[in-house]
């Protein structure tokens, strides 16, 4: 149970892990690029013929909290979310490492606890339909645990990638 992974176990993650950021990351820009769109449409149709749809402007509302919640897995994959680097930077060896893992370990701390209670809270609201479109608004919270599934899964590889590589710190 207290096995540390191997490099072939870690291989083997990297590869699941990869073919899930590709996915994520050609879902998160189609839903980016139809989000962008639908909002073109509903400034036009707003601005020159007077007329506003309902149904799009609610649909965009779903699109751009599925499509936050898939980039910030992609960012945490990236290592583009917030940490203050200014002071980590100058932090180097093994102080530095051990950082990295306690960072590693608060991340995957916090999502899982974002993970359980967005969990919840989407269950919560499955019986409530949104107004227009007739959803379940389940179905919109569920980006929540969707997406901390992901960062938890991205921050497992680079936890494993910091314990394996211990040596070289």
Known sequence: CGKTPNRKEHRMLKRISNVFYRTLYHLSAVGFGALVALLFIQIVTRNLLKFT????????????????????????????????DFLIDKIKGKTRHALDIINCLLTIVFFVVLFI?????????????????????????????????????????????????????
């Not at 809270?121 to 980006?143: D, E």
Request: proline share 2%; net charge positive; charged share 20%.
């Open 117 to 169: 209670f967005g969990a919840q809270y989407g269950m919560s609201n499955v019986r409530m339909i949104s107004p227009i479109l007739k959803w379940s608004m389940g179905a919109m919270y569920l980006c929540i645990p969707v997406g901390c599934f992901f960062s938890i899964l991205f921050s497992v590889e680079k936890l494993i990638k910091l314990i394996l590589n211990r040596e070289d710190a």
């Open 53 to 84: 749809s309902s149904s799009i402007d609610e649909f965009t509302k779903f699109l751009f909290v599925w499509v936050m919640y898939l980039e910030i897995s992609l960012a945490v994959r990236n290592e583009r979310h917030i940490r203050v």
